[in-house]
T-cell receptor, first 117, second 113 residues
């Protein structure tokens, strides 16, 4: 029973298209995240979201937008895809901050490999 | 500007020996650190963490050491097993965020039988 799932696993599309990647977690967590792993293998935070706050990494183009229909889902919409968007995108979830010096671990999905042609 | 650095892209170790993976950071505001392990075509999985109020945390074969003055941490795996072969990422949550993780570039560990 997968804790954090993403669909699709692979996505190949043309430049200029609009696409979405879905993410679902069944852990009851209240915070979800999107990370991008680029061709140089850097894993970088794109967004974090709970029911109160969306934090956007300032380097993320506004063509990328997270959409959360409910607490268990955080989908990633990408408009006008560009070649440089090709990467592996990981969704993650956690119980969020426990306060003080305790951070709860994040559970990652298996990733979605996006290829823009 | 990399706030978390893993300067060794790869490490090869014989089965049964110790693996030492290193990580340096530049942001003195970091107060918690995590190690993640990643197999090909899978997402990262949490391995072990350490708070800045400690200098060591141990979990079975895995021990993380933190040297705050040097802004350096290391992950020790003893004894190393072939199943430990994976990419290991060092990460730290960004303060003021919702635990958004800043990752190092990763070190690929190969444990040879």
């Amino acid at each position: 029973d997968t804790a954090v799932s993403q669909t699709p696993k692979y996505l190949v599309t043309q430049m200029g298209n609009d696409k979405s990647i879905k993410c679902e977690q069944n852990l009851g967590h209240d915070t979800m995240y999107w990370y991008k792993q680029d061709s140089k293998k850097f894993l970088k935070i794109m967004f974090s979201y709970n029911n109160k706050e969306l934090i956007i990494n300032e380097t993320v183009p506004n063509r990328f937008s997270p959409k959360s229909p409910d607490k268990a889902h955080l989908n990633l919409h990408i408009n006008s895809l560009e070649l440089g968007d090709s990467a592996v995108y990981f969704c993650a979830s956690s119980q969020g901050l426990a306060g003080g010096l305790v951070y709860n671990e994040q559970f990652f999905g298996p990733g979605t490999r996006l290829t823009v042609l | 500007d990399q706030q978390v650095k893993q300067n060794s892209p790869s490490l090869s170790v014989q089965e049964g020996r110790i693996s030492i993976l290193n990580c340096d950071y530049t942001n003195s505001m970091f107060d918690y650190f995590l190690w993640y392990k990643k197999y090909p075509a899978e997402g990262p999985t949490f391995l072990i963490s350490i708070s800045s109020i400690k200098d060591k945390n141990e979990d079975g074969r895995f021990t993380v050491f933190l040297n705050k003055s040097a802004k350096h941490l290391s992950l020790h795996i003893v004894p190393s097993q072939p199943g430990d072969s994976a990419v290991y990422f060092c990460a730290a949550p960004l303060r003021g965020s919702q635990g958004n993780l800043i990752f190092g570039k990763g070190t690929k560990l190969s444990v040879k039988p």
